[in-house]
C-alpha cells in the first residue's frame, strides 16, 4: 500500500516537475518587449528594475507591450490568453512563431529555443510546425480561395495539382467546398474565417496559433465557429494558443486560461481555477456576471463519509463531477444524495444543508 | 557626427555670417559683397566630365541605341495594315471594341495626314524610353519603399528631376553623348522616370501589412512576399505609374527634338521655326492622339476587373474567341471521349 503511494505521489511530482514544462510543446519564459526604447542600455534597465508601464513610459518613453510573461502549454491543450486590447495579449502570441522578436526572454518549440534559429530553420518552423489564424484573416485579395489556403504549401516547393489537392480538402473540413474558385472577397465574413482556418491546417501543423480569430463576427456564427473549432482541434489533437478578449470565449474553449493585464500574465489556471480563487480584484472583476454554478462540483463540498455508507435512507447517487446547477435540481426532490466516486464507490454526502451553503458562497463571491 | 553633417553645418554657418554681414550693412548699400560663381562651378564641372568621362557616356549609349534600333526597325518596317489591326486586337482585348475601334481610327487617321513615319518613329522612341524607365524605376521604386536610406537618398534626386527644366540638363547631354534619337531617349528617359519610381513606392507601401505578416507567418520568403504578395497588390498603383510615365515621355518630344530628335516633335518644332501653323498642327495633332491612345490602352490594362470568378470568361474578346474555336475544334474531334 505504501508502495503504490509513494508511486503515486512520486508521478503527480514528476508531472509537475520542470522538465516536463521544458518538454513542452510551447514554452515561454520571461518575455519582455519593449519599443521605443532609445538606447539597449534602456530597456536592460528597465527589465532589470521590472518596471510598470507607466514607470518605462515616465522615466525613459519606452512602450512596454510585454512585461516579464511566462507559460507553458502542455500538448493537445487548448491555451487560451485573454486580456482586454492593449494588454500585449496579440505582441505575446506574436513571439511564439517570432514575428515578433523579444527584447529579452526565451521562447520554446518542442524544446527547442526558436531564438536560436537562423531565417530558413525559422521559415520551416513557420511552414510546417506552427500555423497561425489571424482576426481580420488577411487573405490574399486578388487570389483565389483554393491558392490562399494552399500558400503555406507553395513556399514549400510543393507543385500545384498536389496543394490543390490537400487544399480542397482541408477546404471540405471546415465545411467550404465547393468555394475554392471563388475569390476572398465573394465570401462572407464567416467564411473567410473558415478559409483562415483551413489555410492554417493546410501544411497539418502540430501547434496552432489563434489571433481572435472570431471576434470580429456576429454572435450566432462565433458560437458556431468556436463549437467547430474544438471539434477540429481536439480531433487532430493540435496544440492550441487561442487569443481572445473575451472571457465566455476563454470558458468555452479553453483548456487552461492565462490571463494579460498591462502587459503581464496575472494569472494562469483552468477555467475553475480561475473561477474558484482569482488572483485578484482585476481577475475577480472579469468574472463578474459568469456563472460559477457549473464549475463547483459535487466533490468539491461533499462531507466525506470515509466509508461508513448512511443506512436507512434511500439516497440518490451522483458522481463526484456533477456541478452545482444539476445538485439544487435534484435536491429540490430529495433530501440528500449519495456521492461517488469514478470507481462507483460511495465518498461523501450532500445534505440539503450542506448544498445551500455551498450555493450561498458562491453567490456572494459574486 | 559624421562628416557630411559637419560640412552641411560649415556651409550653413558661412551663408549665416553673410547673411548677418547683409543685416547690418548700410540701407541702400549692395548687401552682397561677395560673388560665388555658382555658373563657373557648372561649366568647369561640365567640362572636367566632357574631358574625362566621355568615355563612359558613350558606352551607356550603345545599350540604347540596341533598344531604340530593335523598336524603330520593328515599327517601321511593319506594314501599317498590321500595326493598326495589333493595336485593335490589343485593344479590344485589354477593354472593348470600343476603345479598339477608336485607337484603330486615331492611328489610320495620323496616316491619312501623312506622318506616319514620324507616328511610329516617335512611338519608337517613347516605348524605349518606357523600357528603360521600367528596367530601372520599379526596382528603384522597390529598393525606395523597403529601405529609409535608400529613400533618403532617392527622394531629392526625384525632387531635382520634377522641379529641374528639361533645358538645363539637354546641354551637358549634348556635350557628353552628343545629338540625335539616342540622347533624345536619354533626356526622355531623365524627365519621365519620376513618377514611375513614386507611384511603384506608394504602391508597395500601401499593400496590407496584415497580408504581409500572414504570408511571413506561413514561411514565406522575403522574395515570395515581393512577388505573390507586394507586387500583385500593387499593381495598380505600379500601372497608374506607368500611364504617367508614358504620358510625360510623349510630352517630352518637343522639347527633345530641339537636340534632333526625330518624330511628330521635329514637325512642331520645325512649325513653330517656320511659323506654319499647319506644319505644327499636323505634328500636335499627331502627338495628342498617339496620347490618348497609349493613355486609354494602359488604363484599361490596369483597371481590368481581375477579381472576379474564373468561370465567368466570356467570349467576346479575341483571346478567348480562338480559345473557345480551339476547344470547339477540339471537342469535336474527340467526341464521345469527354465525360
Known amino acids: ?42 530597456a536592460a534597465t528597465i527589465i532589470r528594475k521590472n518596471m510598470s508601464r507607466e514607470e518605462a513610459a515616465g522615466t525613459f518613453g519606452a512602450v512596454v507591450a510585454v512585461r516579464n510573461a511566462s507559460f507553458a502549454v502542455q500538448p493537445g491543450e487548448i491555451f487560451c490568453i485573454m486580456g482586454l486590447s492593449g494588454s500585449g495579449k496579440s505582441t505575446l502570441i506574436r513571439h511564439i512563431n517570432r514575428l515578433i522578436e523579444p527584447t529579452s526572454g526565451m521562447v520554446s518549440i518542442n524544446g527547442a529555443n526558436i531564438l536560436n534559429k537562423n531565417a530558413s530553420e525559422l521559415r520551416q518552423l513557420r511552414a510546417q510546425t506552427v500555423g497561425m489564424v489571424f482576426q481580420n484573416v488577411a487573405l490574399m485579395p486578388h487570389r483565389s480561395v483554393l491558392y490562399n489556403v494552399g500558400y503555406g504549401l507553395k513556399v514549400q516547393g510543393y507543385e500545384r495539382g498536389k496543394r490543390d489537392k490537400i487544399a480542397g480538402e482541408k477546404l471540405e473540413l471546415v465545411q467550404l467546398s465547393g468555394w475554392g474558385h471563388r475569390f476572398p472577397h465573394e465570401l462572407s465574413g464567416g467564411m473567410q474565417q473558415r478559409v483562415g482556418l483551413a489555410r492554417a491546417l493546410a501544411s497539418d501543423p502540430p501547434i496552432l496559433l489563434l489571433d481572435e480569430p472570431f471576434s470580429a463576427l456576429d454572435p450566432l456564427i462565433r458560437r458556431q465557429l468556436q463549437d467547430e473549432f474544438k471539434a477540429i482541434s481536439r480531433e487532430m489533437t493540435k496544440t492550441v494558443v487561442f487569443i481572445t478578449h473575451d472571457l465566455d470565449e476563454a470558458m468555452r474553449l479553453g483548456d487552461r486560461i492565462a490571463i494579460m493585464k498591462d502587459g503581464r500574465v496575472i494569472q494562469v489556471g483552468s477555467p475553475r481555477e480561475i473561477v474558484m480563487s482569482p488572483a485578484d480584484n482585476y481577475v475577480a472583476e472579469f468574472l463578474r456576471g459568469i456563472s460559477r454554478g457549473q464549475f463547483v462540483n459535487a466533490g468539491m463540498i461533499m462531507k466525506e463519509i470515509n466509508g461508513k455508507v448512511p ?56 | 557626427m559624421n562628416p557630411s553633417r559637419q560640412v552641411g553645418i560649415a556651409i ?36 572636367w566630365l566632357t574631358t574625362n568621362a566621355r568615355a563612359v557616356f558613350q558606352v551607356i549609349k550603345s545599350p540604347i541605341k540596341f533598344v531604340l534600333d530593335v523598336f524603330m526597325g520593328g515599327l517601321r518596317a511593319a506594314p501599317p495594315t498590321i500595326v493598326i489591326v495589333t493595336v ?23 496616316g491619312f495626314i501623312g506622318v506616319w513615319e514620324d507616328t511610329m518613329l516617335t512611338l519608337a522612341l517613347t516605348l524605349s524610353s518606357l523600357l528603360f524607365c521600367l528596367v530601372a524605376g520599379i526596382p528603384l521604386g522597390i529598393a525606395t519603399a523597403k529601405s529609409l536610406r535608400v529613400a533618403a537618398v532617392v527622394r531629392p534626386i526625384l525632387d531635382i528631376m520634377q522641379t529641374c527644366p528639361a533645358f538645363v540638363y539637354l546641354i551637358p547631354i549634348v556635350m557628353l553623348v552628343g545629338i540625335g534619337n539616342v540622347p533624345g531617349v536619354a533626356v526622355t528617359v531623365i524627365f519621365a522616370l519620376p513618377p514611375l519610381i513614386r507611384l511603384t513606392e506608394l504602391g508597395i507601401r500601401q499593400v496590407q501589412p496584415d497580408v504581409i505578416e500572414a504570408a511571413k507567418s506561413f514561411g514565406a520568403t522575403p522574395s515570395n512576399i515581393l512577388f505573390d504578395v507586394e507586387l500583385p497588390l500593387a499593381w495598380r498603383t505600379i500601372m497608374a505609374g506607368i500611364n504617367q510615365t508614358l504620358m510625360m515621355a510623349l510630352s517630352m518630344v518637343v522639347v527633345a527634338s530641339m537636340i534632333a530628335v526625330e518624330g511628330l516633335g521635329l514637325l512642331v518644332l520645325r512649325g513653330i521655326g517656320r511659323l506654319d501653323m499647319g506644319l505644327a498642327a499636323v505634328g500636335g495633332v499627331g502627338i495628342v492622339l498617339l496620347a490618348m491612345v497609349l493613355d486609354r490602352l494602359t488604363q484599361a490594362i490596369s483597371s481590368r476587373p481581375a477579381l472576379v470568378a474564373s468561370s465567368s470568361a466570356s467570349s467576346t474578346k479575341p483571346v478567348e474567341l480562338i480559345r473557345s474555336l480551339f476547344t470547339f475544334s477540339w471537342r469535336t474531334r474527340s467526341d464521345g471521349k469527354l465525360q
Not at chain 1, 439516497?315 to 449519495?338: G, Q
Not at chain 2, 540701407?27 to 560663381?37: K, M, Q, R, S
Not at chain 2, 485589354?94 to 487617321?109: H, I
Open chain 2, 88 to 110: 485593335f486586337l490589343i485593344a479590344w482585348q485589354a477593354s472593348g471594341l470600343r476603345l479598339a475601334c477608336f485607337c484603330a481610327a486615331a492611328l489610320g487617321f495620323l
Open chain 1, 1 to 42: 500500500m505504501t508502495v503504490l503511494d509513494g508511486d503515486l505521489t512520486d508521478r503527480s511530482k514528476r508531472l509537475r516537475q520542470p522538465s516536463a514544462v521544458e518538454a513542452s510543446p510551447i514554452a515561454a519564459k520571461d518575455i519582455w518587449k519593449i519599443y521605443n526604447a532609445k538606447t539597449p542600455a534602456d
Open chain 1, 311 to 366: 443506512t436507512g435512507k434511500k439516497n440518490n447517487h451522483v458522481v463526484e463531477e456533477t456541478p452545482l446547477d444539476k445538485l439544487l435540481e435534484l435536491l429540490v426532490e430529495n433530501e440528500s444524495a449519495l456521492v461517488m466516486n469514478s470507481k462507483g464507490k460511495p465518498t461523501g454526502l450532500i445534505t440539503r444543508e450542506i448544498l445551500l451553503r455551498a450555493a450561498k458562497t458562491v453567490i456572494q463571491q459574486r
Open chain 2, 12 to 47: 550653413m554657418g558661412v551663408c549665416l555670417m553673410l547673411l548677418l554681414w547683409a543685416c547690418i550693412s548700410p540701407v541702400g548699400a549692395n548687401p552682397f559683397i561677395v560673388h560665388l560663381p555658382f555658373g563657373d562651378w557648372a561649366q568647369s564641372l561640365v567640362d
